[in-house]
């Protein structure tokens, strides 16, 4: 046991030199591949296939000219590129773009086109090289441009949800350019697109591809005709639907109160169509604020319904609804009152009315009105704030005590004089 013990601890600074030799090699590794990625710039090549090339000037300046390609227009690319391996590691294919300039374009017939290589805006374009291409030119035919404007319908399929209103379809465009040879562009009818709104809760938008139909309603297939927009955008504004009562706010006080007032609204309600998020939020509509003390006996108030913005009335003929309000019971009565309470004289000085009487409407339970008379009328004014000597209009509060259903209508001043008093 003892002679083990001792071949190991002889064996351990040889098994830990050897960790320490590979470990060590690792680093040297990673720190050559290091320097000869960065420092030395090591190049890598990668292929892109098939980049569809692009003509800047097609729509422009050689429609100008009355001209258009016939052919090649769907040539593509394939090309080989070399550079830093960090740069073409982090080189996004798909925004590779090729670009063939057809503006300089003056005759019709076969044509060879130059075209650029774009690379996306976090790639330095000198840091990358064709090394080689599938074909270092475009070949093109152009033929003498003739076009033709043809009508855009839309089919709508499926069905909205319960409870929701479309309007009226909107196409952009409404009329699709075409480009061609005549005899292509003669048969032409129209272009259709299908819009499927099934279970719309919102207004739908979508880019749709359009079909070309000929005057029998037969789809055409002709690659020779070019149109000035690859997609149409159809939208159906879907909108919610939703009952809103309307109602009017009534303000109570003393002997006006709903105890004695019946009302009616037509319409009791209205149908909103709006976005379903701003619905959500309309709870009622509120046409008036009206004060009770300040009605007659009966009267019928109209009222233009005030709609929500971005909303509009399902029926239009409800835009004006009616308030029907009778009050019973209620009396009113003025009584002539020439008794004044003066209160809070400031220290020093004397005051007294110079108002000799008030003409006081009282307005309550007719029983009760009936049997007021000036001397239960209590009138006070406050002189606190006064402090110095003239004349002063001051606000008075008026109760009637021992009343339950009798208030005061309207405000009332009187006219105060305060002086010092005489010695």
């Avoid at 019709?108 to 090289?129: A, H, K």
Wanted: charged residues 25%; hydrophobic residues 40%; negative net charge.
């Amino acid at each position: 046991m003892e002679k083990n013990k001792k071949d190991r601890t002889a064996t351990d600074p040889e098994q830990s030199r050897k960790i320490f030799l590979i470990i060590g090699s690792i680093l040297a590794a990673i720190a050559i591949w290091f320097y000869v990625d960065t420092v030395k710039i090591t190049n890598v090549t990668t292929t892109v296939h098939n980049i569809p090339v692009e003509f800047s000037g097609e729509n422009t300046v050689l429609a100008d000219n009355g001209l258009m390609l016939l052919s090649g227009y769907d040539t593509t690319i394939d090309l080989r590129l070399k550079g830093p391996r960090k740069v073409l590691w982090k080189l996004n294919k798909e925004q590779i773009r090729i670009v063939a300039d057809t503006s300089k374009i003056t005759d019709t017939g076969i044509q060879s086109l130059r075209y650029q290589v774009i690379y996306p805006d976090n790639v330095q374009p000198n840091s990358i090289q064709v090394e080689s291409a599938s074909s270092y030119s475009i070949t093109v035919t152009v033929g003498e441009l003739d076009t033709k404007e043809v009508p855009v319908y839309c089919d709508v399929t499926g069905k909205i949800d319960d409870g929701f209103l479309s309007e009226e379809l909107i196409l952009d465009p409404v009329e699709l350019v075409l480009r061609a040879q005549r005899d292509d562009l003669l048969n032409v009818a129209y272009a259709k697109v299908k819009l499927d709104v099934s279970g719309a809760q919102k207004t739908v938008t979508q880019a749709l591809e359009f079909q070309l139909y000929d005057y029998n309603d037969i789809p055409i297939k002709n690659e020779n005709i070019r149109a000035a927009t690859k997609l149409i955008q159809a939208t159906l504004p879907v909108k919610s639907v939703k009952e809103v009562p309307l109602k009017v706010n009534f303000v109570e006080a003393p002997g006006s109160t709903m105890a004695q007032t019946d009302y009616s609204i037509d319409p009791a309600t209205v149908a909103l169509v709006g976005d379903k998020d701003v619905l959500d939020s309309v709870k009622e509509i509120v046409l008036d604020t009206i004060y009770l003390q300040d009605l007659e006996a009966s009267q019928s108030l109209r009222y233009t319904v005030p709609i929500p913005e971005g909303c509009y009335l399902k029926d239009e003929s409800k835009s004006v609804a009616t308030v029907t309000i009778v009050v019973s019971g209620i009396s009113e009565q003025t009584i002539t009152a020439d008794h004044f309470i003066l209160e809070n004289v400031p220290t020093g000085f004397v005051a007294e009315t110079v108002t000799e009487r008030l003409e006081i409407t009282v307005r309550g339970m007719a029983g009760e009105v009936a049997d007021l008379t000036s001397d239960k009328l209590h009138i006070t004014a406050d002189l606190s704030e006064i402090t110095e000597e003239g004349n002063f209009t001051l606000p008075v509060k008026i109760t009637v005590p021992g009343t339950q259903n009798v208030g005061v209508k309207g405000n009332y001043q009187i006219i105060v004089n305060v002086s010092k008093p005489t010695t």
